[in-house]
């Protein structure tokens, strides 16, 4: 299958700009100056690209809520603060080849009127940080940032700034904030960013993924990245596979590749033989899935049909044998450690799901500790105002629903059936 | 102009307001808790949620801006949950220690737990997170962190009103504090509204801590005297105790804040009162009888300025003196004892200091109301000092507790000069130890009037409570005087004063109480 990203990532060298302009690296931004930033736009539009970020959202339709007016600067902000667990990809892009990030963020900046963009990293990749700094350095030198790039006239800065390691950074407005030095905290929206963003100005906030995307569809037109896909999710997404899979790793596959192909597929199905007993599809925020549901297409529309998303392409693999309660534990203690603690629902909310998580799964539980699950997840679910409440309570409401004999069990014999292991 | 509909209820509003504040329209409180009139919105309490149709999730009403035709529900099950839901999350952490807590009886979760929750605690006792109780951080104010449900509203003042910042976020999820950075405490002179603003019992006044049950006090409208501001304040009282200052909300004058030296400025009206009327006979103080000594002080002035001439009467008036009774004053001094020493002096309190914001330089409260009176302050006051010092005067009445800068021994040396001293005063003071006669009066709290501020907004004070111990109005002690000294007065309370004073006065003219009203009126300039 045709690939957009990672055709040459076997390759140590690609992240080094002499061997990217060998494969033809920097032609697409060669291509976009002889273009207007309306036909670029175009494209992406045609090209059915979704925001790879978690969400979903048309990255098209997202350029167009720029104001229309030119009178205050616009901003490029790229969402390099991979945190949600199970998702590895950008991660893979930023290490292998950053020029295409680059060269994406070039003909973005240029397609959005753009001079500035910040490529916001997550703290805890210091060595992608590294790579992605060198690669500007040789981008500068070359000419492909900058002052008047390839003679168009066109000026860029492009500046990495790196995360503190909190996963609350990777929310756009959240990330908005630390970028501008302040506490990573979500802001009330409206206004958007596209409108009132980084520093007051009207900004784009896009993944990684997406932008790196951009040369390709360039490259080759927006209706054949589209055709990549399938209806409404264009091109190809890489999805991570990890847990108890033969061949864990990042998959460039089409974004409408089938999910249990993924799994036994690609990433050569479960590990030591072991039958399938859970999938989480897209992150660890997305609802679980049980084996005889994931016979679906991995696009947004097909995964919103069942009740789960694609979130983030982060397929996170649990064999036979693994206690659901203590997963869900470990979940709901990486939640309630990261939330930012603005608002009540989910500040106190997700200390909550862990404690009595935790004491369910420590032979501890009560009677009606599910009940008392399911109604805080209730109270807590769209109460907030970023997500990040939402992505504690929807592993811990379909663990519930799809796995509630487990609970019951351990609640009933005051132990982990599992022995307490994973 | 936007309508909408909530609860049933049509009500049109202007563009840009928000459901919140829509809905006080039609009398339907939405409770919340980091909203706040004066300060940004937050959003992040999330008790405000409301059903606002067409939208899937609840939507924050504080935040949440009307648009035309909307329709807003706040009676639904959905929002009852989900308030009391939010509810039941600020309490889970709350220690509960109401019984000593100085919030209790003014606090929001009591408030709404009384109203949206009545639920018995699912939340297992053990599982309780502690934070820091009991921390000095400077200024008027104590934080309590296991009290505070983080609504910002103390980050969000520090950073728009007074532009400090000392107050933060530290950590992160259950763990959040709200806490200053080390070694660095609270640094403004606007300490104490945090503890107005404080929707909990997180930030409580130091000053006011353990003192009384606010269930205990009483409220009535004043104006703080500390500087000539005129910050319109909200005065509190068991008996003829007060308790406290708190500023009352008034957009032309302090807005919804007032200054920590102001706030401080009740304890005088406590402390070293004057309590019974006296005269001082060869050094020692002896008690006397309104009755004898109102008759003996009129005498003693009209006899002064009938042996040597008005010239050898003084006068002295307080910019602490309501509008009405410095008319009255003049009166007496111009007409009454026809003499032409009169001047106002100023209180000794503070250095002067003033910001850009509520705190001025003048520590009086109605300066302006004096000069506007005619009576002169300044060089004035000097020249007048300057002639009791060369033995110029035989008789002076003196309204206040102080003479301008002068301390303790120089009032003594000054006073010494005249033979006879009558004081009109609040409190012990240099005056009051030297004086021949003291007269004692009711403090700002015990009687009304009027004063007219820095920017000439005439304001009114109200009675709180009668005057402790003998004091008395010192209108009515004016007007005692000066109907010996033959003036003919027939007026009964302020408001008849502040009549005939708006009916001679050019600045006041066409003025009245009602339509200076709760929040005062600009004089005629």
């Given at each position: 299958m045709e690939k957009v990203l990672t055709t040459h990532f076997a390759n140590e060298r690609y992240r080094r700009l002499d061997t990217y302009r060998r494969y033809g690296g920097y032609e697409a931004l060669k291509k976009a100056f002889a273009m207007t930033p309306e036909e670029i736009i175009d494209e992406v539009k045609k090209a059915n690209l979704r925001g790879r970020g978690g969400a979903g959202f048309p990255a098209g339709v997202k350029w167009g809520f720029l104001p229309k007016d030119l009178s205050r600067p616009r901003v490029l902000v790229i969402n390099a603060d991979e945190g949600e667990p199970g998702?590895?990809?950008?991660?893979?892009?930023?290490?292998?080849?950053?020029?295409?990030?680059?060269?994406?963020?070039?003909?973005?900046?240029?397609?959005?009127?753009?001079?500035a963009c910040w490529i916001y990293i997550r703290g805890e990749f210091a060595r992608e940080a590294g790579i992605v700094d060198e690669a500007i350095a040789e981008a500068y030198a070359a000419g492909f940032l900058g002052k008047n790039i390839l003679e168009s006239g066109f000026d860029l800065d492009v500046t990495v700034h790196r995360g503190a390691g909190a996963y609350i950074c990777g929310e756009e407005t959240s990330l908005i904030n630390s970028l501008e030095g302040k506490r990573g905290w979500p802001r009330l929206k409206p206004p958007f960013p596209a409108s009132v963003g980084a520093f007051g100005l009207p900004t784009i906030v896009n993944n990684v993924e997406t932008i790196a995307d951009i040369p390709w569809i360039v490259t080759h037109g927006g209706e054949t990245f589209a055709g990549l896909g399938v209806e409404k999710n264009g091109g190809t997404r890489?999805?991570?596979?990890?847990?108890?899979?033969?061949?864990?790793?990042?998959?460039?596959?089409?974004?409408?590749?089938?999910?249990?192909?993924?799994?036994?597929h690609h990433a050569g199905g479960i590990r030591d033989g072991k039958a399938l007993k859970a999938v989480i599809p897209g992150g660890s925020s997305t609802p679980v899935l049980r084996p005889d549901e994931i016979d679906v297409s991995y696009d947004i529309e097909s995964m919103g049909k069942i009740g789960t998303m694609a979130g983030s392409g982060g397929v996170i693999v649990i064999p036979e044998g693994t206690c659901m309660v203590r997963s869900l534990s470990v979940l709901m203690n990486f939640y309630a450690h990261e939330s930012c603690g603005q608002c009540t629902p989910c500040r106190e909310g997700t200390g909550w799901l862990k404690k009595i998580v935790g004491r369910i799964e420590a032979g501890k539980g009560r009677q009606g500790d599910v009940e008392l699950i399911l109604d805080l997840c209730d109270n807590m679910m769209g109460r907030t105002i970023c997500p990040l409440a939402d992505a504690a309570v929807m592993p811990a409401q379909s663990f519930i629903w799809k796995f509630r004999e487990e609970f019951d069990r351990h609640i009933g014999e005051q132990k982990c059936p599992y022995g307490n292991r994973f | 102009?936007?309508?909408?509909?909530?609860?049933?209820?049509?009500?049109?509003?202007?563009q840009g307001t928000s459901i919140l504040n829509a809905a006080k329209e039609v009398g339907v409180e939405i409770p919340h808790y980091c909203y706040h009139p004066k300060l940004s919105i937050a959003g992040n309490c999330r008790m405000c949620l409301v059903e606002v149709e067409k939208f899937?999730?609840?939507?924050?009403?504080?935040?949440?801006?009307?648009?035309?035709?909307?329709?807003?529900?706040?009676?639904?099950d959905k929002v009852r949950k989900a308030v009391t839901g939010v509810l039941e999350l600020m309490l889970i952490h709350h220690p509960i220690?109401?019984?000593?807590?100085?919030?209790?009886?003014?606090?929001?979760?009591?408030?709404?737990?009384?109203?949206?929750?009545?639920?018995?605690?699912?939340?297992?006792?053990?599982?309780k997170i502690h934070k820091k109780k009991v921390q000095e951080i400077g200024g008027q104010i104590v934080l309590d962190a296991e009290r505070c449900i983080l609504c910002s509203r103390c980050v969000r003042f520090l950073e728009e009103v007074t532009g400090t910042r000392e107050l933060h976020f530290f950590d992160r999820a259950d763990h959040s504090e709200i806490a200053i950075f080390p070694g660095k405490p609270l640094s403004n002179n606007y300490t104490g509204n945090l503890a107005d603003i404080c929707p909990v019992g997180a930030l409580t006044s130091k000053d006011f801590r353990f003192k009384c049950r606010v269930w205990f006090l009483k409220v009535f409208d004043?104006?703080?005297?500390?500087?000539?501001?005129?910050?319109?304040?909200?005065?509190?009282?068991?008996?003829?105790?007060?308790?406290?200052?708190k500023p009352r909300w008034n957009d032309a004058v302090n807005q919804a804040w007032m200054c920590d030296f102001g706030r401080l400025t009740y304890k005088a009206m406590n402390e070293a009162r004057l309590l019974t009327p006296f005269v001082r006979e060869e050094g020692a103080r002896k008690v006397a009888a309104w009755g004898s000594l109102l008759p003996d002080v009129a005498f003693r002035l009209k006899a002064a300025a009938d042996k040597g001439g008005p010239d050898r009467v003084a006068v002295i008036a307080s910019p602490q003196s309501s509008n009405e009774e410095l008319y009255l004053l003049r009166g007496l001094a111009t007409s009454l004892l026809g003499t032409k020493n009169l001047a106002?002096?100023?209180?000794?309190?503070?250095?002067?200091?003033?910001?850009?914001?509520?705190?001025?330089?003048?520590?009086?409260?109605?300066?302006?109301?004096?000069?506007?009176?005619?009576?002169?302050?300044?060089?004035?006051?000097?020249?007048l000092v300057s002639k009791i010092a060369g033995g110029g005067i035989d008789a002076l009445l003196v309204f206040g507790d102080a003479l301008g800068t002068l301390s303790e021994e120089e009032t003594a040396t000054l006073l010494a000069k005249v033979?006879?001293?009558?004081?009109?005063?609040?409190?012990?003071?240099?005056?009051?130890?030297?004086?021949?006669?003291?007269?004692?009066?009711?403090?700002?709290?015990?009687?009304?009037?009027?004063?007219?501020?820095?920017?000439?907004?005439?304001?009114?004070f109200r009675f709180g409570f009668p005057p402790r111990g003998k004091a008395r109005n010192p209108l009515e002690i004016l007007l005692s005087l000066g109907n010996r000294l033959g003036a003919g007065w027939t007026f009964s309370g302020e408001a008849s004063v502040f009549r005939a004073l708006a009916e001679s006065e050019a600045p006041f003219a066409g003025m009245s109480y009602d339509s200076i009203g709760m929040f005062g009126q600009e004089i005629k300039c």
């Amino acid at each position: 299958m045709e690939k957009v990203l990672t055709t040459h990532f076997a390759n140590e060298r690609y992240r080094r700009l002499d061997t990217y302009r060998r494969y033809g690296g920097y032609e697409a931004l060669k291509k976009a100056f002889a273009m207007t930033p309306e036909e670029i736009i175009d494209e992406v539009k045609k090209a059915n690209l979704r925001g790879r970020g978690g969400a979903g959202f048309p990255a098209g339709v997202k350029w167009g809520f720029l104001p229309k007016d030119l009178s205050r600067p616009r901003v490029l902000v790229i969402n390099a603060d991979e945190g949600e667990p199970g998702t590895f990809k950008d991660r893979l892009i930023m290490s292998r080849g950053p020029h295409l990030l680059l060269e994406g963020i070039a003909i973005s900046c240029f397609a959005l009127r753009a001079h500035a963009c910040w490529i916001y990293i997550r703290g805890e990749f210091a060595r992608e940080a590294g790579i992605v700094d060198e690669a500007i350095a040789e981008a500068y030198a070359a000419g492909f940032l900058g002052k008047n790039i390839l003679e168009s006239g066109f000026d860029l800065d492009v500046t990495v700034h790196r995360g503190a390691g909190a996963y609350i950074c990777g929310e756009e407005t959240s990330l908005i904030n630390s970028l501008e030095g302040k506490r990573g905290w979500p802001r009330l929206k409206p206004p958007f960013p596209a409108s009132v963003g980084a520093f007051g100005l009207p900004t784009i906030v896009n993944n990684v993924e997406t932008i790196a995307d951009i040369p390709w569809i360039v490259t080759h037109g927006g209706e054949t990245f589209a055709g990549l896909g399938v209806e409404k999710n264009g091109g190809t997404r890489l999805i991570g596979v990890s847990g108890a899979v033969n061949r864990p790793g990042v998959y460039e596959l089409s974004a409408g590749v089938n999910l249990k192909e993924i799994i036994y597929h690609h990433a050569g199905g479960i590990r030591d033989g072991k039958a399938l007993k859970a999938v989480i599809p897209g992150g660890s925020s997305t609802p679980v899935l049980r084996p005889d549901e994931i016979d679906v297409s991995y696009d947004i529309e097909s995964m919103g049909k069942i009740g789960t998303m694609a979130g983030s392409g982060g397929v996170i693999v649990i064999p036979e044998g693994t206690c659901m309660v203590r997963s869900l534990s470990v979940l709901m203690n990486f939640y309630a450690h990261e939330s930012c603690g603005q608002c009540t629902p989910c500040r106190e909310g997700t200390g909550w799901l862990k404690k009595i998580v935790g004491r369910i799964e420590a032979g501890k539980g009560r009677q009606g500790d599910v009940e008392l699950i399911l109604d805080l997840c209730d109270n807590m679910m769209g109460r907030t105002i970023c997500p990040l409440a939402d992505a504690a309570v929807m592993p811990a409401q379909s663990f519930i629903w799809k796995f509630r004999e487990e609970f019951d069990r351990h609640i009933g014999e005051q132990k982990c059936p599992y022995g307490n292991r994973f | 102009m936007p309508t909408l509909t909530i609860n049933g209820m049509t009500v049109d509003v202007p563009q840009g307001t928000s459901i919140l504040n829509a809905a006080k329209e039609v009398g339907v409180e939405i409770p919340h808790y980091c909203y706040h009139p004066k300060l940004s919105i937050a959003g992040n309490c999330r008790m405000c949620l409301v059903e606002v149709e067409k939208f899937p999730k609840l939507q924050t009403a504080c935040s949440t801006v009307v648009t035309d035709g909307m329709v807003v529900r706040t009676d639904t099950d959905k929002v009852r949950k989900a308030v009391t839901g939010v509810l039941e999350l600020m309490l889970i952490h709350h220690p509960i220690d109401c019984p000593i807590c100085d919030q209790a009886g003014e606090c929001g979760l009591q408030n709404y737990y009384m109203k949206f929750g009545l639920h018995k605690s699912r939340y297992a006792l053990e599982d309780k997170i502690h934070k820091k109780k009991v921390q000095e951080i400077g200024g008027q104010i104590v934080l309590d962190a296991e009290r505070c449900i983080l609504c910002s509203r103390c980050v969000r003042f520090l950073e728009e009103v007074t532009g400090t910042r000392e107050l933060h976020f530290f950590d992160r999820a259950d763990h959040s504090e709200i806490a200053i950075f080390p070694g660095k405490p609270l640094s403004n002179n606007y300490t104490g509204n945090l503890a107005d603003i404080c929707p909990v019992g997180a930030l409580t006044s130091k000053d006011f801590r353990f003192k009384c049950r606010v269930w205990f006090l009483k409220v009535f409208d004043s104006i703080c005297t500390g500087c000539s501001k005129g910050c319109n304040v909200d005065a509190h009282h068991k008996g003829d105790i007060l308790y406290r200052l708190k500023p009352r909300w008034n957009d032309a004058v302090n807005q919804a804040w007032m200054c920590d030296f102001g706030r401080l400025t009740y304890k005088a009206m406590n402390e070293a009162r004057l309590l019974t009327p006296f005269v001082r006979e060869e050094g020692a103080r002896k008690v006397a009888a309104w009755g004898s000594l109102l008759p003996d002080v009129a005498f003693r002035l009209k006899a002064a300025a009938d042996k040597g001439g008005p010239d050898r009467v003084a006068v002295i008036a307080s910019p602490q003196s309501s509008n009405e009774e410095l008319y009255l004053l003049r009166g007496l001094a111009t007409s009454l004892l026809g003499t032409k020493n009169l001047a106002f002096t100023h209180r000794v309190a503070g250095d002067g200091f003033a910001d850009d914001f509520l705190i001025q330089a003048d520590k009086n409260p109605n300066s302006r109301g004096a000069v506007l009176l005619g009576i002169p302050g300044g060089a004035a006051f000097d020249a007048l000092v300057s002639k009791i010092a060369g033995g110029g005067i035989d008789a002076l009445l003196v309204f206040g507790d102080a003479l301008g800068t002068l301390s303790e021994e120089e009032t003594a040396t000054l006073l010494a000069k005249v033979p006879f001293v009558a004081q009109v005063g609040t409190n012990e003071g240099p005056v009051s130890k030297a004086a021949t006669a003291v007269l004692p009066s009711a403090s700002v709290a015990e009687r009304g009037g009027t004063f007219t501020n820095h920017a000439g907004r005439v304001q009114r004070f109200r009675f709180g409570f009668p005057p402790r111990g003998k004091a008395r109005n010192p209108l009515e002690i004016l007007l005692s005087l000066g109907n010996r000294l033959g003036a003919g007065w027939t007026f009964s309370g302020e408001a008849s004063v502040f009549r005939a004073l708006a009916e001679s006065e050019a600045p006041f003219a066409g003025m009245s109480y009602d339509s200076i009203g709760m929040f005062g009126q600009e004089i005629k300039c």
